[in-house]
């Protein structure tokens, strides 16, 4: 956010999604409250649209038309993660990349989205940690 601010690079229109609270509830390996942020931690930015919100709440906000060359989905719970991959994959253009932080075996996320990218005949490229890119 910081760098986006000191250098207006931003040719697309961003759109940001988050509550700002941290994690609802823990899950054995995450707890409640975990992660919570600040809407002046993002502070203003210029093309960017913020949803401040619980992501099934906010994300109807959304121009149903409106479609995504690049998503980077952080969202540490699995039910929120699978709500993000029907939410965005149908939107995604030619050429397009997700950007998953949560593909571990811990909290199930792995197995959510090797199954999401079997289903859709996307293709899924483990990074180091905890990161993979799906390719629709």
């Known amino acids: 956010a910081h760098m986006m601010r000191e250098h207006d690079f931003v040719k697309r229109e961003l759109f940001l999604f988050d509550t700002f609270e941290g994690l609802p509830?823990?899950?054995g390996y995450h707890v409640q409250g975990?992660?919570?942020g600040t809407l002046e931690d993002v502070g203003q930015i210029k093309k960017v649209k913020i949803f401040k919100g619980r992501f099934?709440?906010?994300?109807?906000?959304v121009d149903m038309h409106e479609r995504f060359s690049?998503?980077?989905i952080d969202v540490d719970l699995k039910v929120v993660l699978e709500d993000c991959l029907k939410f965005f994959y149908p939107r995604m253009t030619e050429k397009s990349i997700m950007v998953v932080h949560d593909y571990c075996?811990?909290?199930g996320s792995k197995a959510l989205i090797d199954d999401?990218?079997?289903q859709h005949g996307c293709m899924v490229i483990p990074q180091s940690g905890t990161q993979c890119y799906l390719i629709p």
């Open 105 to 107: 075996e811990v909290t």
């Open 25 to 27: 509830k823990g899950d």
């Open 70 to 72: 690049l998503v980077n």
């Open 56 to 61: 099934e709440d906010t994300k109807e906000n």
């Open 116 to 118: 999401f990218a079997w």
């Open 34 to 36: 975990q992660y919570k």
